[in-house]
């Protein structure tokens, strides 16, 4: 490039995003080519929906393009679901469409006015060719990129496929809203998605799981066939009408990642970067907004070089995946769980009508209660009915729940969290303790959890954990559950039991979390001889059958003292690599006895602790288990081991299930995000039908109130924030305007009830 003079940009792929980013990059004064290996006409598909998001983007770069889009879009307010021959409609949406052919035809003109060279029937050059004779290679190839795999030491892909399968197909005629409409099949679920894009034409997507579709046939069924039986299952959605295919194929949903978007000169964009589940419609809108940060980033860049220098365009390209990447990655985790959503189908069909289409509506993530109370209130009042909320003043998460002897006033738990602090390191907790739960107490909530309270001094983490193994520690905590039953009345007061095993004799987090102690150290014992962190951690001693009676005997009788001390609810801790969470798993437990090997004997040790428990614990007071529902690591518990566990306590007597993840190997891979847990939680209780804890990262009253509501959770546990806010629970009612009986401010704190005023800005 000649020092002052515009870009010479190549452009590979056709498509929406490829298209609008040269017609951008052309408005700027670079001479753009596209290449195309298509016809003008070609494009799989039918309709494109865009966000109004996506459409101020687009007018504030481009007012000719967001003026011939406006006059071809087709809008409509409404989502209906059909479950069982029951049709629900949710208002208040907003969705745009067109038909994606006339989207291109639109993008062609735009381009052919500003001077960019299409080139169609032509394959483009290798990557390599055109980085090194153009300044800026923009890869826009699709899911399939050749760019993407030709540099794919570069760009470092990761492509997941899906479980379902689902074709792409159009009806002669236009639904008057978004469509959801499930068909149960001799060979399982199917399921519809339907919208219009024109004032008669409808884009319809039929979907269906793997092991459906082969049981199904369609397998061995070509185009037209796909699309006469897909018109006869849903022939009373389609109004009778035929569908149509456009070189439509089954196909499985493939999740195209890479770590990174450019290499020097040549840059991914749209599918070939990424892609979104096509049941949030975000395909077509993520590859526009990827052009419209792609070109801002390429005209600062511009505009920062030096006069008569060249533009650093490989920064350009770095600051373009810096501003898009948050944002696609939101995208990506919430197309994700609706993905999953509509994969695990057959799991919700039994749910209510109404809590159904609740649930599918915020299936993502992105639509909440909160979110959908404005944009629909009738409906989801109607939800909230049909939930048990006592009126219309009282929020899901303020409705109590009962469990055996145990009413809980509203549905949030201060989830249980170590706090290293017990006094002298002789296991008893002291006036941390005492403030610390009992600041919770009076914080609202309906059930404040202590730490994992170990059963035994070996059965302790660090130094600083508690324990329920002698007197004095017993005297302590009633101390502690006195001063919760009369100082916060209606708080229920729950003990965790449990075990350390391989992950115990370690130091205080603060000091070295999971590192062994420099001296002092205890033996550790587990299941198997695997340390939890191997050459850093000690090796354990693998359990004899004498161990396990004598482990089963002091957690029985931490339980007496448990519950003479008044403890209103029990927990055991079968999570997180703790000692029976490491019998449980197949990655900690390679036993060759009668509690190894097949996931029965593997739950052998975990039920016969449980048992001799809940032979002991007082029968009007529930019983809760929490599990890790998965290692997140392969070879680990897997979806179905996590309900096979679920169903075994369930059948020995526990009351909830309280659904954890990970910690059980230290190689473990979590997929962090928003309540990220919650699908662990939302399989076990619509595969069970048994009451559910659902814990991690859940940090907003929405959030909750959609969990329930949906029916993903029966009790919500919140962590880390009630450390920021111990009265979190009160401040969410405070914040929902709800004054009641499950969020009562305690008598010397009514003064503070309402937020104080701010000073004036």
């Known amino acids: 490039m000649r020092a002052g003079s515009a870009l010479r940009v190549a452009v590979v792929g056709g498509g929406p995003g490829g298209l609008y980013a040269a017609a951008l990059l052309a408005r700027q004064g670079h001479t753009v080519e596209v290449w195309e290996r298509g016809a003008p006409?070609?494009?799989?598909?039918?309709?494109?929906?865009?966000?109004?998001?996506?459409?101020?983007?687009?007018?504030?770069?481009?007012?000719?393009?967001?003026?011939?889009l406006g006059a071809e879009f087709v809008r409509w307010d409404d989502i209906d679901v059909v479950h069982r021959g029951r049709l629900l409609t949710s208002g208040g949406h907003g969705f745009a469409a067109l038909g994606r052919r006339r989207l291109l035809e639109i993008l062609h003109e735009r381009c052919a006015g500003l001077g960019v060279r299409l080139r169609f029937r032509t394959p483009a050059p290798a990557a390599a060719v055109l980085a090194a004779s153009y300044d800026l290679v923009v890869a826009a190839d699709g899911v399939h990129s050749a760019t993407r795999q030709s540099g794919a030491a570069h760009f470092r892909p990761t492509l997941t496929s899906g479980h379902c399968r689902y074709i792409w197909l159009a009806a002669d005629f236009a639904f008057d809203a978004f469509r959801f409409e499930i068909a149960e099949t001799e060979h399982g679920v199917m399921q519809l998605?339907?919208?219009?894009?024109?004032?008669?034409?409808?884009?319809?997507?039929?979907?269906?799981?793997?092991?459906?579709?082969?049981?199904?046939?369609?397998?061995?069924?070509?185009?037209?066939?796909?699309?006469?039986?897909?018109?006869?299952?849903?022939?009373?959605?389609?109004?009778?009408?035929?569908?149509?295919?456009?070189?439509?194929?089954?196909?499985?949903?493939?999740?195209?990642?890479?770590?990174?978007?450019?290499?020097?000169?040549?840059?991914?964009?749209?599918?070939?970067?990424?892609?979104?589940?096509?049941?949030?419609?975000?395909?077509?809108?993520?590859?526009?907004?990827?052009?419209?940060?792609?070109a801002e980033a390429v005209a600062e860049a511009v505009a920062a070089a030096e006069p008569g220098s060249e533009p650093d365009v490989p920064a350009a390209l770095a600051a373009y995946e810096a501003a898009r990447r948050p944002a696609v990655a939101s995208t990506q985790r919430a197309a994700a769980a609706s993905m999953r959503w509509f994969e695990e189908l057959a799991g919700y069909v039994d749910q209510p009508a109404r809590q159904f289409a609740f649930n599918l509506l915020t299936r993502s993530r992105r639509v909440t209660h909160d979110n959908l109370r404005l944009r629909d209130e009738r409906f989801t009042r109607a939800v909230e009915r049909d939930f048990g909320c006592p009126d219309e003043r009282t929020p899901p998460m303020f409705t109590p729940l009962t469990l055996r002897g145990l009413t809980l006033r509203n549905r949030i738990v201060v989830s249980p969290m170590d706090m290293y602090s017990a006094q002298d390191g002789d296991g008893t907790p002291g006036d941390f303790h005492l403030v610390h739960l009992g600041a919770r107490a009076l914080g609202g909530a309906a059930l404040v959890m202590t730490e994992m309270v170990c059963v035994s001094p070996e059965g302790r983490i660090t130094p600083g954990c508690t324990g329920l193994y002698t007197a004095g520690q017993a005297a302590a905590w009633t101390r502690i559950a006195d001063f919760v039953h009369t100082c916060a009345p209606g708080t229920a007061l729950g003990v965790q039991l449990g075990h350390s095993g391989a992950k115990g004799s370690t130091r205080l987090m603060w000091e070295g979390m999971d590192d062994p102690l420099p001296e002092g150290n205890w033996p550790l014992v587990a299941a198997s001889e695997l340390p939890y962190r191997p050459g850093v951690s000690a090796v354990p001693r693998a359990l004899t059958a004498a161990d396990l009676a004598s482990i089963r005997s002091d957690f029985a009788a931490a339980a007496v003292r448990a519950a003479g001390c008044g403890f209103d609810l029990l927990e055991l801790h079968c999570a997180h690599g703790y000692l029976l969470s490491g019998f449980l798993s197949p990655l900690t437990n390679h036993r060759t006895?009668?509690?190894?090997?097949?996931?029965?004997?593997?739950?052998?040790?975990?039920?016969?602790?449980?048992?001799?428990?809940?032979?002991?614990?007082?029968?009007?007071?529930?019983?809760?288990?929490?599990?890790?529902?998965?290692?997140?690591?392969?070879?680990?518990?897997?979806?179905?081991?996590?309900?096979?566990?679920?169903?075994?306590?369930?059948?020995?007597?526990?009351?909830?299930?309280?659904?954890?993840?990970?910690?059980?190997?230290?190689?473990?891979?979590?997929?962090?995000?928003?309540?990220?847990?919650?699908?662990?939680?939302?399989?076990?209780?619509?595969?069970?039908?048994?009451?559910?804890?659902?814990?991690?990262?859940?940090?907003?009253?929405?959030?909750?109130?959609?969990?329930?509501?949906?029916?993903?959770?029966?009790?919500?546990?919140?962590?880390?924030?009630?450390?920021?806010?111990?009265?979190?629970?009160?401040?969410?009612?405070?914040?929902?305007?709800?004054?009641?009986?499950?969020?009562?401010?305690?008598?010397?704190?009514?003064?503070?009830?309402?937020?104080p005023p701010t000073g004036r800005g």
């Open 193 to 294: 998605h339907a919208y219009p894009y024109s004032a008669d034409a409808s884009t319809v997507i039929v979907e269906m799981h793997e092991e459906v579709w082969r049981a199904a046939g369609f397998d061995l069924c070509d185009e037209a066939e796909s699309a006469a039986r897909c018109a006869k299952i849903f022939g009373e959605a389609l109004r009778g009408r035929p569908l149509h295919g456009n070189r439509s194929a089954w196909t499985e949903f493939r999740t195209v990642v890479n770590e990174r978007w450019s290499h020097d000169n040549v840059v991914l964009l749209g599918d070939a970067a990424h892609t979104a589940h096509f049941s949030i419609g975000s395909g077509t809108k993520l590859a526009v907004e990827d052009a419209l940060a792609l």
């Open 593 to 755: 006895d009668a509690y190894g090997g097949p996931l029965e004997n593997r739950l052998r040790f975990p039920l016969e602790v449980f048992d001799a428990v809940r032979a002991v614990w007082p029968a009007d007071r529930p019983m809760t288990v929490r599990i890790s529902a998965t290692d997140w690591a392969p070879g680990g518990t897997s979806a179905q081991d996590a309900v096979d566990i679920a169903a075994a306590f369930a059948a020995h007597g526990a009351d909830a299930i309280d659904v954890s993840t990970g910690q059980v190997v230290a190689d473990e891979s979590p997929e962090y995000g928003r309540s990220y847990q919650t699908p662990y939680a939302d399989r076990i209780r619509n595969a069970l039908g048994v009451p559910v804890i659902a814990v991690g990262a859940i940090s907003s009253w929405d959030d909750a109130n959609s969990l329930l509501l949906a029916g993903r959770a029966d009790l919500c546990a919140v962590g880390r924030p009630h450390l920021y806010d111990p009265h979190w629970t009160l401040h969410a009612a405070a914040d929902q305007s709800y004054e009641g009986p499950a969020a009562p401010w305690p008598a010397p704190y009514r003064a503070g009830s309402r937020k």
């Open 41 to 68: 006409e070609d494009t799989f598909g039918f309709g494109v929906v865009l966000s109004d998001e996506t459409l101020g983007g687009i007018e504030q770069a481009d007012t000719v393009v967001y003026a011939a």
